[in-house]
């Protein structure tokens, strides 16, 4: 492990791109991005809590030069939509933060696709979208990170069963989706530098830092409302194993804007477990090191139509 230093960036004239843009850790960093100078596209599943979004943004930022994008991860359609739509326009994405994701549905749900909805939102979405905007990435020479987590080392990939119908686990199904996360930030880092890209590609994670992820992934398939969130709260106010936003975001801000920031490597806190704490440089976790899995789930997910069902 090796902390960082996060310096003040200039990212004026640059077109960053958000998932999850709308709360969390999404909202925090678009903020910091607009904050920067950048022009930020938040690419949104609500659009309604969307543009509850950029009201938040403007009042920290009244400069700011945002817009909205609709973006449902969890179906393809949608995100051929907005790969589509900027091809069309045809302007450099200089920044993409792969952020948007749910976590531990009690029941295994599917995306419109028919995907596991937590390997279909977090990983296929996100993986898609990077490959099909490669044009525009490599012509801006882009920054490109991937937002995982440190449950990436309890993920333990079967490709006989990546979506899990045999057995379905929320934490595993959550775990993997995570480790392949980790793998595409990595893998698309090793084909920029044998191909010539000039893409910087990482992967970063914000620790356990408190936002709706808690609630909205859990909640699902319950009758009642499921513990996380209240527990979660509890413990950010107490001060222990849980950090909020603003400090939350920073190993993400720096992977995706410090010159600093490598490709190939996963930022992340440098507290006790990896659960809070300041940015830092962290060993990539003994389950993402395995290239020959890593090309695989890549030629997966290019190998993913546009709908899979129906």
């Known amino acids: 492990?090796?902390?960082?230093?996060?310096?003040?960036?200039?990212?004026?004239?640059?077109?960053?791109?958000?998932?999850?843009?709308?709360?969390?850790?999404?909202?925090?960093?678009?903020?910091?991005?607009?904050?920067?100078?950048?022009?930020?596209l938040l690419a949104v599943r609500d659009t309604a809590k969307g543009e509850s979004a950029l009201v938040r943004i403007r009042d920290e930022v009244p400069a700011a030069k945002l817009s909205l994008r609709p973006l449902d991860l969890a179906s393809l359609e949608s995100v051929h939509a907005l790969i589509d739509g900027l091809l069309t326009a045809g302007r450099p994405v200089d920044i993409l933060v792969n952020n948007a994701g749910v976590m531990a549905p009690a029941t295994r749900h599917t995306t419109a696709d028919g995907l596991e909805l937590q390997f279909g939102t977090n990983f296929v979405g996100h993986a898609v979208l990077t490959q099909r905007l490669l044009p525009l990435l490599r012509e801006a020479k882009a920054r490109v990170t991937t937002v995982t987590s440190s449950a990436a080392r309890q993920g333990r990939l079967d490709f006989?069963?990546?979506?899990?119908?045999?057995?379905?686990?929320?934490?595993?199904?959550?775990?993997?989706?995570?480790?392949?996360?980790?793998?595409?930030?990595?893998?698309?880092?090793?084909?920029?530098?044998?191909?010539?890209?000039?893409?910087?590609?990482?992967?970063?994670?914000?620790?356990?830092?408190?936002?709706?992820l808690y609630a909205a992934g859990p909640n699902l398939g319950r009758p009642k409302p499921a513990p996380h969130e209240a527990v979660m709260t509890r413990l950010a106010r107490w001060g222990i194993l849980v950090q909020a936003v603003?400090?939350?975001?920073?190993?993400?801000?720096?992977?995706?804007?410090s010159p600093h920031a490598e490709g190939g490597r996963l930022y992340g806190p440098d507290g006790?477990?990896?659960?809070?704490?300041?940015?830092?440089?962290?060993?990539?976790?003994?389950?993402?090191?395995?290239?020959?899995a890593a090309a695989r789930l890549w030629d997966y997910a290019a190998g993913v139509p546009q709908r899979t069902k129906g």
Do not use: C
């Not at 893998?187 to 709706?212: C, F, K, M, Q, Y």
């Open 160 to 212: 006989d069963d990546l979506q899990a119908e045999r057995r379905y686990s929320p934490v595993k199904a959550y775990n993997n989706s995570k480790l392949a996360d980790l793998l595409l930030a990595l893998e698309l880092d090793r084909r920029s530098r044998a191909e010539g890209w000039g893409i910087v590609s990482n992967a970063a994670h914000p620790g356990t830092t408190l936002t709706g």
């Open 246 to 257: 603003p400090q939350g975001v920073l190993p993400i801000l720096y992977a995706a804007t």
């Open 1 to 40: 492990m090796r902390k960082v230093s996060l310096d003040s960036q200039n990212l004026t004239g640059r077109l960053a791109l958000v998932t999850g843009a709308n709360s969390g850790v999404g909202l925090g960093l678009a903020t910091r991005l607009a904050a920067a100078g950048a022009e930020v």
């Open 272 to 292: 006790f477990g990896q659960f809070t704490g300041g940015p830092a440089e962290l060993t990539v976790y003994k389950s993402a090191r395995d290239e020959a």
